[in-house]
């Protein structure tokens, strides 16, 4: 059964940094794209960063430069590292990735950025 855990956020101060983990198991990891969506308090989810099988890496227009997405296929497990954090990046983020046609989703995270 395809499973993926969160871990990390939390609340930080503009310009600092945090680190989202998603470990994954019962999937074939290495084969698949991986996706962070980041969900303000009352808005729709939107996609922030994808990284897929051959580790090629997008970004949404807002995160360019600030975020960066990496993963081990050794370890199961894609990352999200957040930079220069700013009070808009205030959200719950989640990983996400599909198996064999069925989204599978992270429980969320929430990352709060406030002064």
């Known amino acids: 059964q395809a499973r993926l855990v969160q871990s990390g956020g939390g609340s930080v101060q503009p310009g600092g940094s945090l680190r989202l983990s998603c470990r994954t198991s019962g999937i074939n990891f290495r084969l698949y794209t991986m996706k962070w969506y980041a969900q303000p308090p009352e808005k729709e989810r939107d996609l922030v960063a994808s990284?897929?099988?051959?580790?090629?890496?997008e970004y949404a227009d807002s995160v360019k430069g600030r975020f960066s997405v990496s993963r081990d296929n050794a370890r199961n497990t894609v990352w999200l590292s957040m930079n220069n954090l700013k009070p808009d990046d205030t959200a719950v983020y989640y990983c996400r990735t599909n198996d064999r046609g069925r989204e599978v989703w992270g429980q969320g995270t929430l990352v709060t950025v406030s002064s």
């Open positions: 990284i897929d099988s051959s580790g090629y890496t």
